[in-house]
């Protein structure tokens, strides 16, 4: 039986139907041919450049994943002042013998910045001769027992209750206490006359004293106390301390003349 025709082909029918292979050219039959721009830039907006790698996110909005807990947050209300001295302390000041009169008569101005500024319950002791500060459920501020009892013990020292008064507003005020002999050694007329020195006459160097310093001085007997800043207390003090070295006034007014002239040039 022959065979079809149809199914059956010739080798070289085959052979001419099939992609011939291309050999690669050489080295040295290689051209560039390099198009125009114009041509270039027409290529490339008619076909644009896909990344099958990176998704277009500009076409399609991202779309957030439902979350379990759908409730609305919770609205708290703003958290009110509370008081932050959580105990109830209680401070004694002494009051020397001499200073209690004064207490009595300028009683009024003492407590009012006790009471109404720093929230504290005070009272006069008069048996134990104490002035009693305490803290309450009113009190805000931690610092306000120290701040009293500072208040009181510099009104004992014998400073005015305004200077006082600067120490409950101000927080850089400090009161430095020393006494003659722990400059010097002197007994007698000598430490008589060293005091003397300190307050001149009428208290006229210890009014230089302070105003070139700015700090209150307080002579009691053999002891100084100073109220005032940091450096206003360093400066005040070496005034002092030459005056019971034995320094002239005179010299030491010069001392202050310079150290007022330069505060000045610094504020």
């Known amino acids: 039986m022959p065979a079809p025709t149809a199914l059956l082909r010739a080798p070289e029918e085959v052979a001419e139907e099939e992609t011939p292979m291309i050999d690669a050219p050489e080295d040295n039959d290689i051209l560039l041919e390099i198009a125009p721009p114009e041509e270039i830039e027409a290529h490339s907006e008619a076909t644009p450049t896909t990344n099958t790698n990176t ?35 209680t ?12 207490l009595k008569q ?5 407590y009012t910045p006790l009471v109404e ?6 009272r006069m002791n008069i ?7 305490r803290t309450s459920k009113h009190t805000t501020d931690t610092g306000a027992l120290q701040k009293g009892e500072d208040f009181v013990k510099a009104f004992t020292l014998g400073f005015d209750i305004d200077d006082a008064i600067a120490l409950l507003r101000l927080d850089d005020l400090y009161i430095e206490t020393f006494e003659i002999k722990d400059v010097k050694t002197l007994n007698g007329d000598h430490l008589s006359r060293a005091i003397g020195r300190i307050a001149g006459k009428d208290g006229k160097t210890k009014f230089a004293i302070e105003n070139a310093s700015k700090t209150r001085v307080v002579l009691a007997d ?7 800043g940091f450096k206003n207390i360093h400066i005040a003090r070496e005034s002092i301390v030459s005056l019971i070295l034995g320094a002239p006034p005179g010299k ?10 330069r505060m000045k040039e610094r504020f």
């Open 252 to 261: 030491v007014y010069h001392n202050l003349r310079t150290v007022s002239a």
């Open 106 to 110: 300028t009683w009024s101005k003492i």
């Open 117 to 122: 500024h720093l929230k504290l319950q005070c």
């Open 55 to 89: 998704t277009n996110t500009t076409d399609t909005p991202m779309q957030e994943s439902p979350t379990e807990n759908t409730e609305p947050r919770p609205q708290f209300s703003p958290a009110k002042d509370t008081t932050l001295a959580h105990r109830i302390e």
């Open 91 to 102: 401070r004694k000041v002494p009051v020397p013998p001499h200073r209690f009169s004064p």
């Open 222 to 228: 053999s002891k100084i106390h100073i109220l005032g």
């Open 127 to 133: 048996k134990n001769r104490t002035v009693e500060l």
